[in-house]
């Protein structure tokens, strides 16, 4: 049936109805404003509060000894106490060290959840249409591959922009996959005992990433301090709103060129 008037005119302003609606909902400002909540209120809210619960316990304890400790004793019982106070303060820095690891952590997870919901959310006008990258990628190697094949975003002209998220990506793997030793034993056929602390000790991670680690030898530990998580996150944040702005010109411009609405 030839369509008359009435239904052509119908038909337009379904499609103009339908280009305003899109070209309102941004999906990737979505995400990006949903990450960043997420960073600076569950990362960083918890992370500011957990520690601050930490010092108080640990005032509490140390008021504790401090009273102890002017009272008459003998000279062994007051070093057990000077003891006691030397360890209540390890031990607090020692749990606020955990809690900034962990934030980081929390961070890299977050990260690669966020890129993969925008990449997600441009099916409509990008299919996915194989596995991007490959198996002995990182995940987040994995994305760059998806990102600049699906979305021609070219990483290489970029760079600066992810320079910061493979550091983030060894450093969530040395506190998850090591129990956040900086310095884990070689397998015993390729040590040294008598090469000193590098003759048994991998200490390639330490070596890369020194500001990334508290202590030396064997009991040296990842320890993320709060100026490099503060770092990352803005970082992070960067990335995610640059990328959003990036898939959101690229969804509008498909539109366009489907529909014909400018």
């Given at each position: 049936m030839r369509p008359t008037k009435r239904r052509m005119a119908d038909r337009h302003a379904d499609v103009s109805y339908a280009g305003s609606m899109?070209?309102?909902?941004?999906?990737?400002?979505?995400?990006?404003?949903?990450?960043?909540?997420?960073?600076?209120?569950?990362?960083?809210?918890?992370?500011?509060?957990?520690?601050?619960?930490?010092?108080?316990?640990?005032?509490?304890?140390?008021?504790?000894?401090?009273?102890?400790?002017?009272?008459?004793?003998?000279?062994?019982?007051?070093?057990?106490?000077?003891?006691?106070?030397?360890?209540?303060?390890?031990?607090?820095?020692?749990?606020?060290?955990?809690?900034?690891?962990?934030?980081?952590?929390?961070?890299?997870?977050?990260?690669?959840?966020?890129?993969?919901?925008?990449?997600?959310?441009?099916?409509?006008?990008?299919?996915?249409?194989?596995?991007?990258?490959?198996?002995?990628?990182?995940?987040?190697?994995?994305?760059?591959?998806?990102?600049?094949?699906?979305?021609?975003?070219?990483?290489?002209?970029?760079?600066?922009r992810i320079a910061f998220v493979e550091h983030l990506r060894e450093v969530r793997n040395q506190i998850v996959h090591d129990g956040s030793e900086a310095n884990t034993l070689k397998p015993f056929d390729e040590s040294d005992l008598s090469g000193g602390d590098s003759g048994w000790l991998d200490m390639r991670f330490s070596r890369k990433y020194p500001e990334y680690v508290h202590g030396e030898g064997m009991g040296a530990e990842v320890s993320v301090s709060q100026e490099l998580l503060d770092k990352n996150i803005e970082a992070s944040i960067e990335l995610v709103v640059w990328l959003a702005g990036e898939l959101r010109r690229r969804e509008v411009a498909t539109m366009k060129n489907t529909t014909g609405i400018q």
């Open positions: 899109f070209s309102n909902f941004d999906t990737y400002e979505g995400e990006y404003e949903q990450f960043q909540w997420d960073v600076h209120i569950l990362i960083k809210g918890t992370l500011s509060a957990g520690i601050r619960f930490l010092d108080s316990e640990a005032k509490t304890e140390l008021a504790k000894i401090e009273d102890w400790m002017k009272k008459p004793a003998s000279d062994e019982y007051q070093q057990h106490l000077v003891d006691e106070h030397v360890d209540v303060l390890a031990t607090n820095d020692g749990q606020e060290r955990f809690l900034r690891n962990m934030a980081l952590v929390a961070l890299a997870s977050r990260l690669t959840h966020s890129l993969r919901t925008m990449a997600r959310s441009a099916e409509a006008f990008s299919p996915r249409k194989k596995r991007y990258g490959q198996k002995n990628m990182s995940e987040f190697m994995r994305l760059w591959v998806e990102y600049k094949e699906r979305f021609g975003i070219d990483f290489d002209d970029n760079a600066s």
